[in-house]
């Protein structure tokens, strides 16, 4: 089957399971928004949805941000993972937004990606969701898919974003790129995944990758079998 034809199915079986896609980080304006998606990396929505309350009822405009000691930031987000970091560049950015765009939160790449903290994928889903900008941010759930269904062959994340902008059309990358994440989560996770069980990767499904995750598992598997003996 070719990569168009495995698309516009997938298209297809995707707004079947999720008409709606709602925006998963709860917010309020878009810089609330934007500081939201700087604080998912490598932490999970829930949990920024958990601790971003206590820091937007202190501040939720570049202005008052930028009045806040990072100490107090730190202290609001002091769960979510790299907090340290992530507070100085909330901070920082803040400032900037202040300094460079007037308190607004610009609407392109070049000048989201210029603020501290803010790279490719956090300016895309911004970008996307806060303007409606025909983007694709990859996550990891993107990037695994794109190659366990053949999209791409997986190798970086620019590859794969580049492979899925040609196969789906411009208008539906917006909501294609939420759709996916909401069913990777739910129906092909990283971990414990059954592709013949998968309503995608059953019939799309690239053998040599899933493979290749079943033999990386099974070794992992393996290695910790050995440590436990010896230990």
């Known amino acids: 089957m070719k990569r168009s034809e495995k698309a516009e199915r997938i298209v297809t079986m995707l707004e079947e399971l999720y008409p709606e896609t709602p925006v998963p980080l709860d917010h309020t304006n878009t810089f609330e928004l934007l500081v939201a998606v700087l604080m998912s990396a490598q932490t999970t929505d829930l949990k ?6 206590a820091l937007f009822a202190k501040a939720n405009t570049p202005e008052l941000m930028a009045q806040l000691p990072v ?3 730190l202290s609001d987000i002091r769960q979510v993972g790299l907090a340290p970091t992530k507070a100085k560049n909330i901070r920082r950015l803040s400032e900037l937004l202040v300094e460079r765009h007037d308190g607004v939160v610009p609407d392109s790449f070049e000048a989201l990606e210029a603020l501290p903290g803010v790279g490719h994928k956090t300016a895309g889903v911004v970008l996307a969701q806060a303007f409606g900008i025909p983007a694709f941010p990859i996550d990891t759930h993107i990037h695994r898919l794109a190659a366990r269904w053949g999209l791409s062959n ?3 994340v620019e590859r794969t974003e580049r492979d899925l902008k040609a196969v789906f059309p411009k208008h539906l990358w917006n909501k294609l790129h939420l759709q996916i994440i909401f069913f990777g989560r739910e129906y092909c996770p990283a971990r414990g995944h059954i592709p013949s069980e998968c309503p995608i990767c059953s019939w799309a499904g690239i053998k040599k990758r899933l493979d290749a ?3 990386k598992r099974n070794s992992k598997k393996k290695t910790s079998k050995k440590s436990k003996k010896k230990s």
Do not use: D
């Not at 920024?48 to 309350?53: D, E, L």
């Open 213 to 215: 995750e079943k033999n």
């Open 48 to 53: 920024v949805n958990q601790v971003t309350p």
């Open 71 to 73: 100490e107090t930031i």
């Open 154 to 156: 997986g190798t970086t």
